[in-house]
């Protein structure tokens, strides 16, 4: 989460979602990550679920573009600037992702893209995994998919939240 917050691109807004049910760890992140707004869910609703909770309340407000980010990971720190600029030179692309390391082999690809497998049965595969971070191209290319992990998108949206209402901390 600190690599999030120490992005080149300033001017971000950063949503945390706690899906622990104790209240702690809700406690814990507002308090260390004041400048965040941080979303207690109502249950733990999984991976989804807490990102479409935090969704719900992203749409409310006048962003361009929305990226999602898996609590552990490390990013460099051009990386959302990066992503911008993609964003503005590829105005007909609604959706990037980014090349994933392994966490404990930085210079070994765990996600470079993803393919579907149609005709068997919808078998998704983890594109450039096991090779050297060089061999994932540099510039944008097509996909069938990229992994929540990091997922970086343009608005408009439209999410549902089934009625349920978080908890928000704003600093």
Partial sequence: M?????Q????????????????????????IFPAC?????????GYAGGNNLALSLIQKGSYDFIWIVNPDAVIPDETLERLVELGDLN?????FGSKIMFGDRPDVV????????WEAGLET????????????PTDPFPCDYVTG????????LSIT???????????
């Fill in 91 to 95: 105005p007909d692309v609604s959706i």
């Fill in 161 to 171: 939240t089934n009625g349920r209402r978080p908890t928000v901390c704003r600093h």
């Fill in 2 to 6: 600190s690599s999030l917050l120490s």
């Fill in 37 to 45: 707004t941080v979303i207690q869910s109502p249950d733990n609703l």
């Fill in 8 to 31: 080149s691109y300033h001017g971000i807004d950063v949503y945390i979602v706690s899906n622990a049910l104790d209240g702690q760890s809700f406690a814990y992140l507002a308090r």
């Fill in 149 to 156: 992990a990091s997922l970086f998108f343009r608005r408009p």
């Fill in 125 to 136: 595969k983890h594109l450039y995994i096991g090779k050297p971070a060089d061999a994932v």
């Fill in 110 to 117: 765990w996600f470079g893209s993803g393919t579907i497998e």
